[in-house]
């Protein structure tokens, strides 16, 4: 189905989503990935009506993927969420998960396995435009946050939270 025409994904999304959330705890890192991989892909192209009810129960379901021992299932992890970026607009329940995944996102973005680098990297591209600060969105656009540079990151992070408290104060 994660390769089907969008009419086909449509059709059968949700209980196929279901399904697949299913593994995404599973104890066998092979289902995992698998599941983490058609998720991605049925993202990608499925309607909002069948994304919506499910996406705060996919990001919940997430979460220990973001810190599995297993290279792979974290890089497939972030890939997902950055794809859920596609329903996050005026989804409160969505942004609140976002707003609680961004640290692991951002200690992600300098995993020393560029996989994952590029992964988490990648996932902030998509997902930080939805909070609404173009400093942010600027930030993150650099040449220093492409995949295959590891950040100076403790300089990195004193710029992003000084962006990130500067975009919410400016909101209130």
């Keep these: ?4 025409p969008t009419e086909e994904v ?12 299913g593994f995404i705890e599973s ?5 995992v990935l698998e599941s983490l991989d058609a998720l991605a892909k049925i993202f990608d192209n499925v309607e909002e009506r069948h994304a919506g009810p499910v996406l705060v129960n996919v990001c919940l379901r997430l979460k220990p993927a973001f ?5 792979k299932v974290r890089a497939n992890a972030f890939t997902l969420f950055g794809v859920l970026h596609n329903f996050g607009a005026g989804n ?5 998960q976002l707003n609680l995944a961004l640290p692991a996102l951002l200690v992600h973005a ?8 590029g992964a988490a990297k990648l996932a902030i591209r998509h997902l930080v435009p939805l909070m609404g600060s173009q400093t942010l969105v600027d930030r993150f656009n650099t040449k220093a946050f492409d995949p295959d540079i590891l950040l100076d990151y403790d300089e990195f992070m004193v710029n992003v939270a000084r962006d990130w408290w500067s975009s919410l104060t400016s909101r209130s």
Excluded at 27 to 31: K, N, S, T, V, Y
């Design 1 to 4: 189905l994660a390769s089907a």
């Design 10 to 21: 449509n059709r059968y999304a949700t209980p196929v989503i279901s399904a697949l959330m």
């Design 27 to 31: 104890e066998h890192d092979e289902l």
């Design 67 to 71: 810190e599995n021992r297993n290279d």
């Design 92 to 96: 409160d329940p969505f942004m609140e």
């Design 110 to 117: 300098n995993d020393e396995v560029r996989e994952v680098r």
